[in-house]
């Protein structure tokens, strides 16, 4: 049988491998297809493409947007997209200004109570145009001011601690919209993560093509759970491990894995999505 692994991402946003050297994991997981689906951005999906098509895996390019709904946080990813599509570039270029913007606000915060980190310094070890808080925390420990990533979060990243910054968000609506006049397919990221079902009916009024059922995340009973709400709405099933790469031992890349048959159904949704989109 054979497997996909579709929420994976790469050095543009706060994973550590570089795209072929995420194809070359996924190669060595006996994958026989893969997403790339970093924040906000595809800046990695043509690189990605062309090492899968070398090693002859089936390559989906993604994207992962961060958004809101009644006030819950929650992850969109975007599938099968048209990765030039003019708007979706402008938007994801305000998203990495906004991105930006928090570093910049989070190393003030910092400064303010006397933990002298340069937002350079997070700008340099980030590398890409996406930055976030695990970049902010990566550059703390490297500058020896917190011991390890989880006093980081600890002391001064996680919500309500002095240097968290609330992230700008669209709303979940727009998300959708942004990606299916892309040509692409809208899926809820991990909601047992979020918890927040109730959010689900407007997501799929608003358009949602599908739910992550699979996620290293979730526990049998609660892919069991989406599955069942997956039907009910009747929505895609997509599932991946989430991999940002080695920062925590060996990398999830292929540690969650869904049978194509999902990828099929899905390859089948976004040729119909782009036959609406050009018509
Ligand atoms: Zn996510
Ligand atoms: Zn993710």
Redesign the pocket.
């Known amino acids: 049988m054979k497997f996909a692994d579709l ?3 790469t050095q543009f ?1 706060d994973g550590t491998f570089s795209p072929e050297e995420l194809v070359a994991q996924a190669g060595l997981h006996d994958l026989a297809a893969v997403a790339l ?3 906000d951005t595809v800046e990695g999906c043509a690189r990605a493409a062309l090492a899968s098509r070398v090693a002859g895996i089936d390559f989906i390019p993604g994207t ?1 947007l961060t958004a809101d709904q009644e006030g819950h946080e929650l ?1 969109v ?1 975007g599938y099968c997209l048209d990765i030039q599509n003019p708007r979706l570039l402008a938007e994801i270029a305000h998203f990495q200004t906004v991105r930006q913007n928090r570093i910049r606000e989070m190393v003030a915060r910092l400064q303010a109570i006397r933990v002298p980190l340069e937002a350079q310094s997070v700008f340099d070890l980030a590398n890409c145009r996406s930055p976030g808080r695990p970049h902010v925390a990566r550059a703390l420990v490297k500058a020896g001011l917190c011991a390890n990533l989880d006093e980081a979060f600890e002391r001064f990243l996680k919500k309500n601690r002095p240097a968290w910054v609330p992230k700008f968000k669209m709303s979940a609506a727009r998300a959708i919209e942004l990606i299916h006049q892309a040509g692409g397919l809208a899926v809820l ?2 909601p047992g993560l979020n918890r927040s079902d109730e959010v689900i009916p407007a997501m799929v009024e608003a358009g949602l093509d599908g739910i992550e059922c699979f996620h290293t995340k979730h526990t049998a009973t609660t892919s069991q759970h989406y599955l069942h709400i997956a039907e009910r709405f009747r929505l895609l099933v997509t599932g ?1 491990s ?1 991999c ?1 790469g080695f920062s925590k031992g060996k990398p999830l890349i292929g540690s969650v894995k869904i049978p194509l048959e999902h990828v099929e159904k899905l390859r089948q949704r976004a040729t119909e999505r782009q036959a609406e989109v050009s018509a």
Do not use: R, V, Y
């Open positions: 929420h994976l991402h946003s689906t970093d924040h992962e992850h990813l990221a991990h991946g989430d940002h």
